[in-house]
């Protein structure tokens, strides 16, 4: 489950999930909301996308990041994401297609994930949660 939250000019993307890596995918998926709604994104192109930090935390913004820069340099959307963990390194899948401005209609450039209202935690058992501001 993903969800949007708004803060002050810029806009706040939430995910969560049973794991660490559902409520990462999530928040993916509350990235690219920011800019189109998700289920008009087809999934016909995948790219792989590769992520380390020294924490969690940083690790969560440095994925978001990672995939605006793809959306960016392969002007691209994504709709289906799929998050491994290796310590504190992210192996990821990001599945979408090119961004179609008649069909995708974007509302928002999202210009980078920010360190505002970063969380990253498990709310109780099997309940985790992603969230961050970003730019746009």
Not at 104 to 130: C, F, I, M, S
Request: aromatic share 8%.
């Amino acid at each position: 489950m993903w969800t949007l939250f708004h803060h002050e000019a810029d806009i706040g993307v939430c995910g969560t999930g049973h794991t660490r890596e559902e409520a990462f995918e999530e928040a993916a998926v509350a990235l690219t909301a920011v800019i189109t709604d998700p289920e008009t994104v087809a999934c016909s192109d995948s790219v792989t996308v590769d992520c380390e930090a020294p924490d969690p935390e940083l690790l969560f913004v440095d994925w978001l990041n990672a995939l605006v820069f793809e959306m960016a340099t392969r002007k691209m959307l994504f709709s289906r994401f799929h998050v491994e963990f290796d310590g504190l390194c992210l192996h990821a899948t990001a599945c979408g297609e090119p961004v179609d401005v008649a069909r995708h209609q974007p509302a928002a450039e999202v210009k980078g994930a920010t360190y505002t209202e970063l969380e990253l935690h498990e709310d109780e058992p099997g309940k985790w949660r992603a969230q961050c501001v970003v730019d746009v």
